[in-house]
């Protein structure tokens, strides 16, 4: 119920409507006369990939054409909307961007630039962060896996799903607060450290709940959230402030397109996936993996990322990603 309000007050604040408005000041409303690729900057099968498809399966026919998901994982995430630089503005290319495209040109060169470099279609959603291990690990409580890593630093190791990533920022502000520290093992995306975690190739994962279903099934265990609140489906497990460590992750992602897309095409990729949003199966797939809808408008998308870009270069410093 929660999930469902934040979304329908998102869409009233910005008097949004059903699918039928006005396209862009009265441009008549696009149409694709081929498939439509949207470029997945993680993992084929992980919870990303799913939810692109299923999203898809509604947008699709709004839009006139089936839309295929191409998983491009690589570069923290960042290869699939760099992929947009070599493609037309014509709609039929598009890419789902993480949050990491807007950290990796601080500390990574770039031929790409997040803000100029793409348009901001819709925002979707975003991964919840927590501290993962096996069912069977010896550690019983966060403060346990700190101590041991204090006594024997750079032992034990940690998966996410790239360098540079919302869990290695966690990690890195966990190894500050707490003087711990950690040997991070980044990874392409879920299906290559889900296995990982459970082959005991690395002790632990930091990264978003797409390692929820092993937590249902009994594999693995939470050690600690990294949200503002305690999340209701796992009630009894700490965030990382209440165990003193002022620690919040933040890890959207969304839809963006090459640069210069015309307006009435935005619009209308942007009408037909936030319908899409709306499917019950969409908000069974986010409880599923601990995720909440994030609606942004194209202009409210923008703003965000702008914003951002700026606000987290200092982290980036501080984590010794980035230069000043």
């Known amino acids: 119920m929660r999930r ?3 979304l329908l007050g ?11 408005p006005t396209i862009a000041r009265g441009q008549a409303r696009w149409k694709a006369d081929k ?9 084929a099968g992980g919870g990303t990939d799913v939810h ?10 709004l839009l006139g054409q089936p839309i295929l998901v191409d998983s491009r994982p690589g570069a923290a995430g960042t290869l699939a909307p760099a992929l947009l630089l070599n493609a037309r503005p014509d709609g039929h290319t598009l890419a789902c961007m993480s949050i990491n495209s807007l950290r990796y040109p601080h500390y990574q060169p770039a031929n790409w630039n997040p803000i ?14 927590g501290i993962v291990v096996r069912e069977d690990a010896p550690w019983k409580t966060l403060e346990e896996l700190i101590t041991a890593a204090r006594k024997e630093p750079d032992k034990y ?3 996410t799903s790239g360098i540079g990533g919302t869990g290695q920022l966690t990690m890195i502000e966990i190894e500050q607060s707490t003087g711990a520290r950690f040997t991070h093992v980044p990874y392409k995306g879920t299906a290559e450290w889900s296995q990982a975690l459970l082959s005991g190739e690395v002790h632990f994962i930091c990264d978003g709940a797409q390692w929820a279903p092993f937590v ?12 503002e609140q305690r999340i209701p489906k796992y009630k009894d497990v700490p965030t990382l402030i209440e165990r003193g460590i002022n620690v919040v992750g933040q890890s959207p992602y969304g839809l963006v397109g090459p640069k210069d897309l015309p307006p009435n095409i935005v619009e209308s990729v942007h ?6 949003m709306k499917d019950p199966r969409v908000d069974a797939l986010l409880d599923s993996y601990i995720q909440a809808p994030w609606y942004k408008s194209p202009a409210e998308y923008r703003a965000y990322a702008e914003k951002y870009f700026v606000d987290v270069k200092p982290l980036l410093i501080k984590a010794g990603l980035a230069k000043g």
Not at 10 to 20: D, E, K, N, S
Not at 271 to 276: C, G, I, P, R, V
């Open 4 to 6: 469902r309000t934040l």
């Open 116 to 129: 100029r470099d793409f348009t901001y279609i819709i925002g979707l959603t975003g991964y919840t962060i």
């Open 35 to 43: 498939p439509i690729t949207i470029y997945n900057p993680f993992a």
């Open 216 to 227: 249902d099934a009994g594999k693995f265990r939470i050690l600690a959230m990294a949200t």
């Open 52 to 61: 692109l498809r299923l999203l898809g399966e509604t947008a699709g026919p």
């Open 271 to 276: 009408l037909a996936f936030k319908e899409a």
């Open 10 to 20: 998102t869409a009233a604040a910005i008097g949004a409507t059903q699918l039928g």
């Open 157 to 159: 190791n940690y998966a």
